[in-house]
């Protein structure tokens, strides 16, 4: 499969002839040279409602009928408005053509903002994926909590990605405790350098891992995985 990071937590994965998003935010995101318009996937995941996540899911799904994954809530939110949905709750497995979606915690919230009110759509998740046999780890936005080493009980997380940029996550301390506890074999830091608030530098964090465990995908670029 190849895997593209295009800034902040948005994750692209190509598989198997599939497209898949991971929370699609491409309007504000300083780092992708992508516009919303570029992209029509079959599938769009979602961690959580907060805007920096949904992004641009409802205009690229309302334009080529991609299905919106995400927990129960924030997919119902999604099929009242007439999109195609999978919703498990946390703890569910969708199994869908691509691969595996399972919905697990994460410590965040959802407030978000529908027709002036501000509104906690479901809670915010975490996504272990199960794509060509390999495991990965989609962190969310979260805090560290020790139920993360949870993740990698049936077979070992081939690629975390763990959000460092402090204030509204974990920040990178506690984001390399969390790859301990994951034994990741690869570690993606994001969501960080998007907005002052999260200020960070991956390469200060990636001296806090294991040798060769940090990687710093290049925006944009796909490797293989
Ligand atoms: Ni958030
Ligand atoms: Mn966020």
Not at 27 to 51: E, Q
Not at 94 to 123: C, R
Not at 155 to 167: E, K, M, S, T, Y
């Amino acid at each position: 499969m190849k895997i593209i990071w295009r800034g902040h937590s948005f994750i692209e994965i190509k598989t198997a002839g599939k497209q898949i998003l991971i929370d699609p935010f491409i309007d504000g995101n300083p780092f992708t040279k992508t516009k919303a318009a570029d992209f029509s996937p079959d599938y769009i995941l979602l961690t959580h409602a907060h805007g920096d996540h949904v992004g641009s899911t409802e205009e690229i799904a309302k334009r080529c009928g991609a299905s919106i994954v995400a927990m129960t809530d924030l997919a119902g939110y999604f099929a009242e408005k007439g999109f195609k949905t999978y919703g498990p709750n946390i703890g569910g497995t969708e199994k869908l053509d691509f691969g595996d979606v399972k919905i697990i915690p994460a410590w965040h919230t959802t407030a978000t903002p529908v027709n002036g009110v501000n509104l906690p759509l479901g809670v915010a998740t975490g996504l272990a994926l199960k794509i060509e046999g390999k495991l990965i780890y989609i962190a969310g936005d979260t805090v560290l909590f020790s139920d993360m080493q949870l993740v990698g009980r049936k077979q070992p997380v081939d690629v975390a990605f763990l959000p460092i940029g402090d204030h509204f996550t974990m920040g990178g301390d506690d984001a390399a405790y969390a790859a301990k506890l994951l034994q990741a074999k690869t570690v993606v830091p994001l969501h960080y350098n998007t907005f002052p608030t999260i200020k960070a530098d991956p390469q200060d964090f990636l001296q806090l891992l294991d040798k060769g465990q940090g990687y710093i995908p290049e925006v944009d670029q796909p490797w293989s995985l």
